[in-house]
């Protein structure tokens, strides 16, 4: 058996296989409510075999969107449209998981089709909030400092989203701490200029990112997977670093975390990365020898590439983002061209399982 189509087990849920449906934004809700575009884009890779399908980043309250047109999960009425996904979802043998997310200074901004630009108070927008008054580039406002009093009740969003997506049938949870984002914005020392117990030496910049781990561990069932997702690298001098998130990985393991999800960047403006295919891949390797399950994510495009990851024990799991949305059905096709042969098919679509 392929590699790539091994189970995995993580706490009780049993992944079929290792293919990861990543977190991508969809700029398509209205007040934060999933509706049918949601449903088909989520519903579809399940349909399509992957075995983790995520839903975009999830705002815990409000102001932590991206843009107005986020999915959100800060209110109970939310959760009705997205228990009907998630049931999909299990219908179809897959495991639904859901990302929760604030932007920090990077929210209020517009959909990239629109411009991906700041959007004012004035048109709409809201006054974003860091860790330190630093705005991201020049075309971003400045952030307010965020006081005690925020950062305690952003940690009190993330632990009562966490227990909407329980309520709301998801069965893993991954935090958002990558790209720039609140959490990163925190432990990057590059976008955290405290002098408090959030800023810093390394303990403190992660402070915060363990705070929300407890909040969200104290009603997260034991049984169930909680993963995290970091920028390993910010690709630049005196920024946070591959040996950060390898220390970063002991420590997280011992809180209640079961998988980091290894991406890159994103929290300062014109860093050039070098994206090219498996550019992520030795993140995820250089942290998985600290003993804690990985994610690989990034320019991953072929069966063939994805099974070597997993055969060179590079990563644990394959997070996949534009391949899958150019191809919902890519673990179907993956199987095929690797030889697995006993891939189960939806039973709708069995009949096209072989050529003939």
């Known amino acids: 058996m392929p590699h790539l189509f091994t189970p995995l087990t993580i706490r009780s849920i049993t992944l079929k296989n290792r293919i990861v449906v990543s977190p991508m934004c969809q700029y398509s809700s209205e007040d934060g409510f999933a509706n049918d575009w949601h449903f088909v884009h989520l519903g579809s890779r399940a349909v399509g075999g992957a075995a983790l399908v995520f839903t975009e980043a999830t705002a815990v309250c409000p102001e932590g969107r991206i843009s107005p047109h986020d999915l ?108 720039g984002y609140l959490i990163n914005e925190f432990t990057s020392p590059l976008s955290n200029k405290r002098i408090d117990k959030y ?33 390993a690298s910010d690709w630049t001098e005196g920024g946070w670093t591959v040996e950060d998130s390898v220390k970063l990985a002991g420590i997280v393991k011992e809180k209640g975390v079961d998988v980091m999800d290894c991406s890159s960047g994103g929290v300062i403006s014109n860093v050039k990365i070098p994206a090219k295919p498996n550019y992520q891949v030795p993140f995820a390797e250089a942290v998985r020898k600290a003993g804690i399950l990985t994610g690989a994510v990034g320019v991953i495009v072929t069966p063939e590439q994805a099974e070597d990851i997993l055969k060179n024990e590079q990563a644990d799991l394959v997070f996949m983002a534009r391949e899958l949305l150019r191809d919902p059905y890519f673990p179907l096709r993956a199987a095929r061209e690797l030889g697995y042969d006993e891939m189960p098919w939806p039973v709708q679509y069995e009949r096209a399982k072989r050529k003939k």
């Open 199 to 231: 800023g810093g030496t390394f303990e403190n910049r992660i402070r915060f990112l363990l705070e929300i781990i407890d909040a969200i561990r104290s009603v997260w069932p034991d049984n169930l997977p909680l993963f995290l997702r970091i920028s």
């Open 72 to 179: 959100g999960i800060w209110k109970d009425e939310h959760i009705a449209q997205l228990k009907k996904i998630t049931n999909f979802i299990e219908q179809q043998g897959s495991i639904p998981g859901m990302q929760l997310a604030h932007a920090g200074r990077k929210a209020s901004t517009s959909e990239p089709w629109n411009g991906d630009k700041l959007i004012p108070v004035s048109e709409g927008g809201w006054k974003t909030s860091a860790p330190s008054a630093i705005a991201f580039s020049d075309e971003k406002d400045t952030p307010e400092e965020l006081s005690q009093e925020g950062i305690d009740k952003i940690t009190a969003d993330f632990k009562t989203a966490a227990k909407r997506a329980l309520d709301a049938g998801f069965k893993v949870i991954e935090i958002h701490g990558a790209h």
